[in-house]
Each structure stands twice: as C-alpha cells, then as structure tokens.
C-alpha cells in the first residue's frame, strides 16, 4: 500500500439492532468475518451499519459489546448522502452495496476519490424467485416483480459500472456482473476454517458407512421458511417413503414453517423417519453431526442464494442433492459435489436420492469431491483472496469510471447525481425488508 496504512470499510447489507444495555445485535458469521478482516488487514477496518428497531429471522444473532469489537462499530442512525459521505471519506477502499436503501455508494466513493467494491450475492434471477416464494398476492407479486427488474436496470448495474471491482459470492452474480468492472472476484462464502474441516481419516469413516447400504441418514439445516423450500422436505421424505426407500431424515433449524412441518409429519404417518431437530451450535453440534453421522444433505432451495450452507456442509464431507437453483447448479459446474432435479420437484429429487441409495460409490465419490471444494474454499483462503483482491484495488487506487454499458445487451440507464428523495425512507424501509 502507498504511504501510511490505508483503513478498509465494509457497509454490509445487513442491519444491527441498539439494546437498550448498549450492546448491539449482529449475526455472529458477520462478526467472525469482520474480525478476520481485522487480523488480517493492514491497516485500521470498520464496519458502517444502518440501525433498524427489529431483528431479522437469521439464527445466529448475537449481542456484542461495541467496545469489545476488534474492530470499529460505527453506526448510521441517520442514513443520507451527507453523513454516509462523511464516514467513507479518507478509506484505502470501501466495500458493500448493491442494496437498494443505500444506492449511490460507488458515486458517494466517487465524490471523495475513494475506490469502491461492490458485494454481490442475489442476482436478478434469485432475487425474482425469492419474490415469489413469498408472495401469493398476484398485486403484490406483480409490484415486488417490477421494482426488483427496476432496480436491476436503474440502480445495480449503473452503480457497478461506476465501481472499481465486484467480488461476486457464487457464480450467478459473478456470470452476470463480472463484465461491468474492471476487477472482478468468485468466491464461495463459508465460516468453516481449516482446523474443522473432516479429516481424510474422518472422511474414509463416513464413505465406510455409506458403503454398508444402511438406512440412508439425510439432514437439512437453515431457516424453516418458504424462501429456503423447507415446505417441501416433508414432500421429499413422503415421495422416498413411497418408494419404498430406507432413510431417516433430520432437519435442523426454525423459523416460519416449524409448526407446519411438524403437523405434515404427523399427517403424513412420518414421525419414524423425519424429526425435528431445532437449532442447534453451529460450530460445536451441526459440524460434528454432519460430519460423523450423515450420509447425504437434502437442499430444497427453490433460488439461488449462494448460501454458505453449502461450503459448510461440504466441509464435513458430506455431498448435496438439491434442486437445480442457479447457485448450487453452479457449484456442481465447477465439481461433482453433488446432485440436481428440477426447481420444486420434490418427485424428482426423491429419484435422485433412491438412485444413491442404489449406487453407494457415486455417493462416496460425491463426498470426496465435496470435501476436496470445501478445502479449497475454506474461511481462511476464502477470506486471504478477498482481502488480497481488496488490497490491490486500494493500492492502485480509484480509477476515473463511467457506466459502461452490460455486454448482455440490457440498456443502460443513465443516473442523476445523489438524491438525498431517495435515502429519507431507508431505516423504516430497511426494518421492513431485512
């Protein structure tokens, strides 16, 4: 880096929530990732995070002392041009956005000569399917449809042509965006760090016990919700059971749908072969399960979040049959980590997993390649590639942009200066959509 030791700033997507004791609640993946960013960063690193009253449905919120941080913690009660303008000036580099209650950001970088990455993650596919798995109101699906397209055109890709990178988390953002910058990144989002990756002798344990032609041992973990297809679990563990299939299916995890799933698995005559697991320690009781007991990981994900769920479950050396959204189809692209059928058939999954029960040594080969991933992109790599990408960028420093138009051939629309219109509404609207 050029002269004296330039500061990093993340403005993540996501919102923290005051307590009235003064400590703040953020998820603990965000603090494990920017503490490692901390540690490894040369320089000073903080974190700019709007304010919202009410936490999100994530399961790892956690309540930290701000001064405890390794990091700095500032946070933006006020979101408009001006005070956000007033924290990005002076940074080596600045990465966050493209969301819609903080547009601009890569213009606001431009304004005080700072060099911006964007963090991608939904891209316009995902971020439609994600609309309707949760709106059954056509008005209302229609609405939410045409202000995602909008914000596509008017507001994400012109933000990105103003940038100086992208580092695209999977590889639906990255096939879409990578040609509007400059500095493009893929990368695989994880907290599953080398030391508690599965061993080779922990691995040829499993692939041995897969090779017995047991009771298949299937789990599910994440948010019970409509956005996550947790819906269709009980779909899979009746279509399996129909084929006559031998499995026992365990989901980990809450949220919206646990009661229903748990009346579909009584309804269904079930209760012997799926149980309920609740949430459970991510580092200390999921890993160790996955990894000592289950055989094959059912994602019923009817969209493309590149979710870490499926880095972390690879970790464990346990391979993926999921539906065929554009982020795991993706991932099984780069390796055969896993297996696809059809977005929301649950039919066709369940042919899929009674072929594996068939062909024990095509689920053993999948878990080889699962693990082999997972090392390639664990935390620490992951994140030394992030940071590296990060460093280059701020040691170059801002290079004079204009929108560039998308080689996809959608048009580009041209953009006004900030608009303090359009920030007045972002922590109510904020609280409304994390």
């Not at 936490?55 to 408009?80: E, H, Q, Y």
């Not at 606001?108 to 991608?120: D, F, H, Q, R």
């Not at 896993?338 to 929301?344: F, M, N, Q, R």
Request: glycine letters at 8%.
């Amino acid at each position: 880096m050029r002269g004296q030791k330039q500061s990093l700033v993340v403005v993540p997507a996501l919102a923290a929530v005051e307590r009235s004791d003064g400590q703040v609640l953020i998820t603990k993946k965000f603090v494990e990732g920017m503490t490692f960013y901390a540690e490894a960063w040369d320089g000073p690193v903080t974190a700019l995070m709007a304010v919202v009253e009410k936490p999100t449905d994530n399961l790892d919120g956690v309540a930290v002392d701000p001064a405890s941080l390794p990091f700095k913690l500032t946070l933006m009660r006020t979101i408009d041009p001006a005070s956000v303008t007033k924290h990005l000036a002076g940074a080596g580099v600045v990465l966050g956005g493209p969301f819609w209650w903080l547009r601009d950001l890569s213009a606001l970088c431009a304004e005080v000569n700072v060099p911006s990455v964007y963090n991608t993650e939904y891209s316009l596919t995902t971020r439609l399917q994600i609309v309707f798995a949760n709106n059954a109101n056509p008005v209302r699906l229609l609405r939410r449809s045409l202000w995602e397209v909008n914000e596509e055109l008017g507001h994400y890709r012109p933000e990105l042509g103003l940038a100086d990178g992208v580092q695209c988390n999977g590889t639906p953002t990255f096939e879409a965006y990578r040609g509007l910058t400059p500095e493009p990144l893929l990368y695989f989002d994880t907290r599953v760090p080398d030391a508690e990756l599965a061993s080779d002798e922990q691995l040829g344990r499993a692939n041995a016990r897969r090779r017995q032609r047991k009771p298949l041992r299937l789990a599910f973990s994440g948010r019970l919700n409509a956005t996550k297809g947790a819906g269709d679990l009980v779909k899979v563990a009746a279509e399996l059971d129909r084929r006559r299939v031998p499995f026992q299916m365990d989901i980990y995890g809450g949220g919206a749908l646990e009661g229903f799933l748990r009346s579909e698995v009584q309804r269904r005559g079930l209760p012997e072969r799926v149980a309920l697991k609740g949430v459970v320690d991510f580092h200390s009781q999921l890993m160790p399960i996955l990894r000592d007991q289950i055989d094959l990981f059912v994602c019923c994900h009817p969209q493309g979040d590149p979710s870490c769920t499926y880095l972390e479950t690879m970790s464990a050396g346990v391979p993926i049959v999921g539906y065929a959204n554009e982020a795991f189809a993706g991932l099984v692209r780069q390796q055969p980590v896993g297996w696809t059928a059809p977005l929301s058939n649950p039919g066709r999954l369940a042919d899929e997993i009674a072929r594996l029960h068939a062909d024990r040594e095509a689920l053993v080969a999948g878990a080889v390649a699962a693990l082999d991933l997972a090392r390639q992109h664990s935390f620490e790599r992951t994140f030394r590639r992030r940071i590296d990408h990060l460093a280059a960028i701020a040691a170059r420093g801002r290079r004079p942009r204009t929108p560039r138009a998308p080689k996809d051939g959608l048009p580009r629309i041209s953009r006004s200066s900030p608009s303090s219109s359009r920030w007045a509404a972002a922590p109510t609207a904020l609280a409304r959509w994390s």
